[in-house]
């Protein structure tokens, strides 16, 4: 390099205007730094909470051993209605069911068909979304291991659906739970009837139908509309204002059996699942009307009959059931003594002859009829707002009650697990939005405050020292 070149190079320099920098530059960069970092924080922390949410809410299901029923097991004296923290059966599954119930105490415009499920050895309840009604479209075995849907077989002690079940409408638990009665899907024809095709007995152990009778006339109802004899060979269907009887022994090559007896009912009923007695005899439901009946607009009675092998009725004495809107045995302590379910009608209710349902339910009792008793014996009633009940028919039969005690509700339910780790998300998120828009303004006041505190025609002098 040449002085010339050299000397010229300085002279641009030295006559170069010095850039200005701002005092606050590095205090500004330093805060674009710490609001960059807070904001990374802030979305880590988001992101974080919304992976737990995921976590948390993944398909999961506590399994509870199938432990054998202990002495301790029995129905409650009392059912608990549960809130709707309350953890549903395939987040926890309760083990063996004492009984399963609903009615409007459990439903909300979000949980229609919300039911619930206390266990037999404690009061550990759970709750599950099943369409139908409780002791209709919705049936508990005997042993109170399985809930049977029309969309699924559920085990109660794992809180999953097993395979082992007939594709067709529940109708009736065999007394040893083995066995299982459906209908199958009805069949339309024009214009408006319905008929169903046939009535099953499927057998779980051996995944087929051990019988199957032919229908096709008319439209089965659902609930307290079959029952297997306890040694499982015979099978009684009220179909219409009959009771259809058909044994496995007269099943043919196609799987399917006449049946050998109709029995007339009269107005009256088939008495349940539990219809067949030990001694062979079968049980209808005779239907009557009272005068001193305890809800004066409802006046229809009903009264236990029972039917020999060969259809004749012998002699029964039992109690008359006054006032009640359906009466369902689900089995005998002896041929004198029936279990049965009794459902009760609101003290404003009317009677309506087709109405024999949960609809027409206000609470559900549970009772004992003997021979020779003026009325029931109560075991249980169900509280306000629970108009659907079906126990387990073992320990009902057994007389297992014990006393309830504070419910279990398990642990939150996932979607309130859900909603807590969102909200927790949205709070932190506010949290460091509002922290960064502080920051945010403090900077900006101190920036408004630090020129103003220095003045500008102040050239490094102190006032007074009369040098203008």
């Not at 399994?63 to 409650?76: D, H, I, N, T, Y």
Request: glycine share 10%.
């Amino acid at each position: 390099m040449t002085s010339r070149l050299t000397d010229a190079l300085r002279g641009i320099a030295a006559e170069a205007v010095p850039p200005v920098v701002p005092e606050d530059l590095f205090d500004r960069a330093r805060a674009r730094h710490r609001h960059r970092r807070a904001a990374v924080a802030g979305a880590l922390a988001v992101l974080v909470l919304l992976v737990g949410v995921g976590y948390v809410v993944r398909p999961t299901a506590e399994v509870r051993p199938a432990a054998p029923a202990s002495a301790r097991a029995g129905l409650p004296d009392r059912l608990a209605v549960p809130p709707l923290r309350t953890a549903s059966v395939g987040l926890s599954a309760p083990g063996r069911a004492a009984a399963v119930f609903g009615g409007p105490a459990l439903r909300t415009d979000w949980f229609e068909w919300r039911l619930a499920v206390v266990a037999a050895e404690t009061d550990r309840y759970r709750t599950l979304e099943v369409v139908g009604a409780v002791g209709y479209e919705v049936l508990l075995s005997p042993d109170g291991r399985y809930l049977w849907t029309n969309d699924e077989l559920i085990d109660l002690t794992t809180g999953r659906p097993v395979g082992a079940r007939p594709d067709g409408y529940p109708l009736a638990f065999a007394p040893d739970g083995e066995r299982l009665v459906y209908a199958a899907p009805d069949d339309f024809t024009a214009p408006n009837t319905y008929t169903t095709p046939w009535v099953g007995l499927h057998d779980r152990t051996s995944h087929r139908d051990v019988l199957r009778l032919r229908i096709g006339v008319a439209s089965v109802g659902r609930g307290n509309v079959a029952a297997v004899s306890p040694q499982g060979d015979r099978l009684a269907v009220q179909v219409g204002d009959e009771v259809w009887l058909a044994r496995t022994a007269d099943v043919g090559p196609d799987g399917f059996a006449a049946p050998y007896r109709k029995l007339p009912l009269a107005g009256g009923r088939l008495a349940g699942p539990g219809a067949w007695l030990p001694d062979g005899r079968l049980a209808l439901l005779e239907q009557g009307s009272c005068v001193d009946c305890p809800v004066p607009g409802y006046r229809r009675s009903w009264r236990l009959t029972l039917h020999g092998p060969d259809g004749r009725q012998s002699a029964a004495d039992f109690p008359q059931l006054r006032s009640a809107v359906s009466v369902q045995v689900v089995g005998w302590r002896s041929a004198e003594e029936a279990v049965a379910l009794v459902g009760s009608p609101g003290d404003r209710a009317t009677d309506v002859p087709d109405e024999h349902g949960a609809s027409a339910t206000s609470g559900v009792r549970l009772v004992v009829l003997r021979q020779g008793e003026t009325g029931p014996e109560e075991i249980f009633r169900t509280p306000a707002g629970v108009n659907e009940l079906s126990v387990a028919a073992d320990l009902a039969v057994a007389g297992a009650v014990r006393e309830a005690g504070a419910p279990d509700l398990g642990p939150p339910p996932s979607w309130l697990i859900a909603l807590g780790l969102i909200a927790a998300a949205l709070l932190a998120a506010v949290v460091v939005t509002v922290r960064l828009l502080w920051r945010h303004r403090r900077s900006a006041r101190r920036r408004r405050v630090d020129p103003a505190a220095q003045d500008p025609a102040d050239d490094g002098g102190r006032p007074g020292d009369g040098t203008g």
